[in-house]
Structure formats: C-alpha cells, structure tokens
T-cell receptor
Framework: RKEVEQDPGPFNVPEGATVAFNCTYS??????FFWYRQDCRKEPKLLMS???SGNEDGRFTAQLNRASQYISLLIRDSKLSDSATYLC???????????FGSGTQLTVLP | GAVVSQHPSRVICKSGTSVKIECRSL??????MFWYRQFPKQSLMLMAT?????????EQGVEKDKFLINHASLTLSTLTVTSAHPEDSSFYIC????????????FGPGTRLLVL
C-alpha cells in the first residue's frame, strides 16, 4: 500500500464548478499535511497547509480527518488557471522528509 | 516567500559523463535540503536528505556513489550524477526547509536532465 494515495484523475470540470480531491495516508503518526500544486514541467508550489480544524484560503478549503487518515481539498468557483496537478503531501514523525502522493490532475474547461 | 534556485535548468549530456546540479536558497539559510527525482507522470520521489556540514542520508535504492551530494554551506547543496546513463534522465528537484511554519519546504525550479 502506498503511504499517500490519491485519485489520479483526470478531473475535467467547467469553469465555475466546485471540485473536491481526496487523499488517504497510511502512517497514523503523520503530523503535518499539505497540498501542493504542480504545473506541467514545473516544480511543486505550496498551495496550503492543512490543519486539524480545517482551513480556508479564498476559494480553497482543506480538511483533515485524523481518525480516518483522510485529507481533502475543495476548490470552489474553479478558474482556468486552477488547471494543474494537485499533490497531497504528508510529513511523518521526526523525519523532515515529505511523502508525496502521485497527484490528481485537474483541467478546468472554458 | 522563500526563494530557491537551481542551475542548470536543463542539461543534455552524453552517456558516461558527470553532471553537477546546484541548489541555492537565495534569501534564507537552510540547514537541510532535499533532492527529489520525478519521472514523467509520476510523483516526486525523495532521493536524499542533505544536511550542511555532514554526509547526506540516502533513501533506499539510491546509490550514494552515483548521486554525490555536497552541502558545503547553509545556502548551497550540489548533486552530481556520476557516469550518467539514459535511465538517469529525469526531472531533478531540490527543496530547502524554512523552519516555520511547519517546516515548509520550498522547491527549486528543477533541472531537466537528458542523457543520450
């Protein structure tokens, strides 16, 4: 079983749609959680950290369910510029390494 | 935000040559830098953790004699792919850790290596 699992997609949605991505992680001792976005042939960029209480940044909402070891990202009113691959990322234990999911590809259509 | 640079951005080389990739944190000091590799349509895979002034810690399956890492200062880490072969062709990305918040990692723009 992969440490971090994501639905690879692709998700093709019209502009203005709401889209949700899910992610599960296997290490119950994981401590920090993030969503990164990666554009084609570019480096990953931090989208947002995910906190236990859930957090929102504009059109983006992240949720964490520790009991189910589940992380989600909700994008409201999607824009063309949201088209990218969204990476679920987990940091576990005392190690400083990040473990990346394989990413979910999103295409927002005009 | 924190800025990390990588050089070169892309390199094409002949099989058997060695390639050095530099990773710099431009506006902060990073005690730890990470090197990742990403093959097409796959996610980032951690290769090694680079700590300033000490030997790098390599992930299982990554040959330390093939991928030489030097972290000579708090702002510079280098990865040298020795005797590169076509199967080493990949997108190599470094990241540097900013202590707060949550030890966020900031990524360099990546180096695309093509070995002919």
């Amino acid at each position: 079983r992969k440490e971090v699992e994501q639905d690879p997609g692709p998700f093709n949605v019209p502009e203005g749609a709401t889209v949700a991505f899910n992610c599960t992680y296997s290490n119950s001792a994981s401590q920090s959680f993030f969503w990164y976005r990666q554009d084609c042939r570019k480096e990953p960029k931090l989208l947002m950290s995910v906190y236990s209480s859930g957090n929102e940044d504009g059109r983006f909402t992240a949720q964490l369910n520790r009991a189910s070891q589940y992380i989600s990202l909700l994008i409201r009113d999607s824009k063309l510029s949201d088209s990218a691959t969204y990476l679920c990322v987990v940091k576990s234990g005392s190690a400083r390494q990040l473990t990346f999911g394989s990413g979910t590809q999103l295409t927002v259509l005009p | 935000g924190a800025v990390v640079s990588q050089h070169p951005s892309r390199v094409i080389c002949k099989s058997g040559t060695s390639v050095k990739i530099e990773c710099r944190s431009l506006d902060f000091q990073a005690t730890t830098m990470f090197w990742y590799r990403q093959f097409p349509k796959q996610s980032l895979m951690l290769m090694a953790t680079s700590n300033e002034g000490s030997k790098a810690t390599y992930e299982q399956g990554v040959e330390k004699d093939k991928f030489l890492i030097n972290h000579a200062s708090l702002t510079l880490s280098t990865l040298t792919v020795t005797s590169a072969h076509p199967e080493d062709s990949s997108f190599y990305i470094c990241s540097a850790t900013l202590a707060e918040p949550q030890e966020t990692q900031y990524f360099g723009p990546g180096t695309r290596l093509l070995v002919l």
